[in-house]
Antibody
Framework: QVQLQQWGTGLLKPSETLSRTCAVY????????WSWIRQSPGKGLEWIGE???????NYNPSLESRVTISVDTSKNQFSLKLNSVTAADTAVYYC???????????WGQGTLVTVSS | NFLLTQPHSVSESPGKTVTISCTRS????????VQWYQQRPGGSPTIVIY?????PSGVPDRFSGSIDSSSNSASLTISGLKSDDEADYYC?????????FGGGTKLTVL
């Protein structure tokens, strides 16, 4: 059974950089793309971007200028960095597996990241 | 890019059937797969339909998905409604390497 576990800073000030890492336990890491998805409080889902084991990444055009997703295949981990955060980046962040054709079939437990001065 | 538009909320009684629509603003709904997710309060989303109409293992056959090219929309139908089905439901598709989610529909089982 595949499990995703993330960690990182939960409280940020405006203009700081959000950093989160997600570890993948079980299953094949190299066979899939791995995504970050967020959900602002009381709002819908927003895809941030994805990466595969080779480091090939794709980003949401609306966030691309501020986002970097990286991978560490030796640890079966992938990471998110979002710079110059504002209150609008306050959200629950999920790390997710893309099972096939952008069907997100395994979700980690979301973590609330708050941006506040 | 395109938008996926869902009704904000729907409600129905236990045992009945409900359908949630998801309309694509531009481009052919059939051109890229549509997925559906269920999110219960406080929980992470879980996939209930992928590839327009495929059910992952463990999802009951009360859940079904379809697309309609004439209205350029996808639909999630839940039959034999149970109180446990009360949740938010999101449709999702993609264009090349960008993913789009619908705004979500809150299903209330009366």
């Amino acid at each position: 059974q595949v499990q995703l576990q993330q960690w990182g800073t939960g409280l940020l000030k405006p203009s700081e950089t959000l950093s989160r890492t997600c570890a993948v336990y079980g299953g094949s890491f190299s066979a899939y793309y791995w995504s970050w998805i967020r959900q602002s409080p009381g709002k819908g889902l927003e895809w941030i971007g994805e990466i595969n084991h080779s480091g090939s990444a794709n980003y949401n055009p609306s966030l691309e200028s501020r986002v970097t997703i990286s991978v560490d295949t030796s640890k079966n981990q992938f990471s998110l960095k979002l710079n110059s955060v504002t209150a609008a980046d306050t959200a629950v962040y999920y790390c997710v597996r893309d099972g096939r054709s952008y069907a997100f079939d395994v979700w980690g437990q979301g973590t609330l990241v708050t941006v506040s001065s | 890019n395109f938008l996926l538009t869902q009704p904000h909320s729907v409600s129905e009684s236990p045992g009945k059937t409900v359908t949630i629509s998801c309309t694509r603003s531009s481009g052919n709904i059939a051109s890229t797969y549509v997925q559906w997710y269920q999110q219960r309060p406080g929980g992470s989303p879980t996939i209930v339909i992928y590839g327009h109409n495929q059910r992952p293992s463990g999802v009951p056959d009360r859940f079904s998905g379809s697309i309609d090219s004439s209205s350029n929309s996808a639909s999630l139908t839940i039959s034999g409604l149970k109180s446990d089905d009360e949740a938010d439901y999101y449709c999702q598709s993609y264009h090349t390497t960008n993913v789009v989610f619908g705004g979500g529909t809150k299903l209330t089982v009366l």
